[in-house]
């Protein structure tokens, strides 16, 4: 059983990814992993399909800039594909998404490296893929997918595995940023004049736009002046909830909602889905087992004093104590009961 880490400090931000920077026009404290000291590490994360199929589509695109021959490249994303099964396999809630060799995300980064490769080998462009780049002032940092230099000219292209889209149909506002944030690390590295972005998304469509040096710079400015501001929340806090903006959108997918003073207390007005839910409670009562592996437990909240009634795997329930205070992460909500999922995992919460 893991410990649920606390906060010991918390420092200013001096640099930021672009998923980070995401999370900090949402909320500061989501936006927080290096600047952030705990009093000790984390539970390993617990593998998302679009983790793994992120970094297969990262190792896809080095194999295609490093391996000079088709076939070989075949049999080496084969091998990938393999090594991805063996991952899948490991994780009881990835059963339900079917063999890797059918996920389409997987395939269509197959068919880019092919491509990636062609285009590699027999261009006179530069092709760059996946390395990390600073801007000057060290302040934002990124590995773009790819791309090639041609003059002074940088084609920045970013291969998507969701739609391009929001349902409404508009150009979804994080690949725009994205295009942004990595044309201000390609200007600030190479004596480029003009970054094209072309996006691609795994249903086929594609778009491109521009972005100047001009604009990269008034986006710089905008990064920063976003840092700056949450820095000054960080300087003058006097309790870590004030770091905290919580939302629907932002605290879906937060990984920080487990040490979150705010999550817990609001997280049944939000309009969450799946099992993205927490139990903060102290163990009341632990009743008969179900059966041979399920045992139901009664548990108290610490913040509302309700009371939740939650089967759970006897191996943790006997691991547990009277009184002891724990949090169980990655539930399901439903008609005002929490249940354990394939993703729940019990913390002690001292
Ligand atoms: S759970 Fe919500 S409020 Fe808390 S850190 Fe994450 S995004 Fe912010």
Known sequence: MWEIPKIKQIEPIRSITFYDYLALIDCTLKALTTSLMLTHSRAPDIMSKSALVGRFHHKALELAVTVNEKTELKKLIETEISDLQKEVDKWPHLKRCGAVSGWDEVNQSATNAIRIQRESRDGKAKVIVERTYRTVDEVLIGRPDYFTIISDKAILKEYKSTSLRTPSGIVKQEFLLQGQFYAALIFDNFPVKKVEVWLESFDG?????SVT???AEEFKAEVKSIIQKANEIIRNFDVVEELSSPSSSSCQFCKNKIFCPAFPKVQL????????????AKLALVHENVNDQISKIQMVSTYTADVYEISIPTIYAEKMKLHERYLIENLLYSSSRFLWTDQSRVHRNG
């Open 205 to 209: 469509e594609r778009l491109d736009f």
């Open 269 to 280: 007005s939000l309009e969450l889905t799946g099992p993205v839910f927490i139990l903060d």
């Open 213 to 215: 040096h001009s604009v």
